[in-house]
């Protein structure tokens, strides 16, 4: 007796998008439209996850052209924009065989996404820093140096420390580690990509927590 199409489409919903080729083999020869639709979709995934595959792949471009070194670190920051608020910069050294999938500057990832990569990020990583300026020192000395600032706090951090850094689009003043700055780095370079994303990831915890002192000192404040 043939299986149930709905059974088949809760087996393909529970089959991990790696696993899909499987899945495709089993059900080819299954003549009923419900059945080779439920196919179709699975090959979608797996030309989906092709895509990305090679997408990571190309991401690695400055990675292996820097291979000789052994820790290459990517360094951005997140908080330049706003008009208020701290300065973040993440920087992280990944692993050489890294695999992370879907790694990106992170204005380009929703929350979501952004969350879970921060998680595999912090991990996997190699190493891991983070920088933070609040407003104070960023009225003191300017937004620029407030970067630059974050940024050498969270070189500090590494263990180890790396051998070349790879900045989107800066080069760092009073760091004697090798520079190699990447304009729209956090795009064009995956260990970059990920120090967007724990730089963000640490940013928006930050403001929740801000903004969950602010609820709750006004709640305190209301006129009983």
């Known amino acids: 007796m043939a299986e149930k199409i709905d059974a088949i489409k809760e087996e393909l919903t529970a089959t991990p ?13 299954d003549s009923r439209t419900g059945v080779q639709k439920l196919v179709d979709t699975a090959k979608k995934r797996m030309d989906k996850l092709q895509k990305e595959m090679i997408r990571t792949e190309n991401l690695k471009k400055y990675e292996k052209e820097y291979d000789t070194y052994t820790y290459i670190c990517g360094i951005d920051e997140v908080g330049r924009g706003p008009l208020a608020g701290p300065v973040v910069a993440g920087a992280v050294i990944l692993p050489k065989d890294c695999d992370i999938l879907y790694i990106n500057d992170s204005k380009k990832l929703s929350a ?7 998680d595999i990020i912090m991990e996997q990583a190699v190493a891991t820093g983070l920088g933070t300026i609040g407003p104070d020192r ?3 000395i300017n937004i620029l140096q407030a970067t630059y600032e974050a940024m050498r706090q969270a070189i500090a951090q590494l263990s180890p420390q ?6 989107d689009a800066v080069t760092i003043p009073k760091v004697t580690i090798p520079q190699v700055p990447i304009i729209k780095g956090d795009a064009k370079s995956i260990s970059i990509g990920a120090a967007s994303i724990i730089a963000k990831g640490v940013l928006i915890s930050m403001f929740r927590m801000f903004f969950f002192q602010i609820l709750k000192f006004t709640h305190r404040s209301l006129p009983r």
Do not use: G
């Open 138 to 140: 960023i009225d003191e």
């Open 162 to 167: 790396p051998d070349l850094l790879l900045n």
């Open 112 to 118: 979501a996404k952004r969350e879970e990569l921060y």
């Open 17 to 29: 998008t790696e696993a899909l080729e499987a899945f495709v083999e089993k059900y080819a020869s």
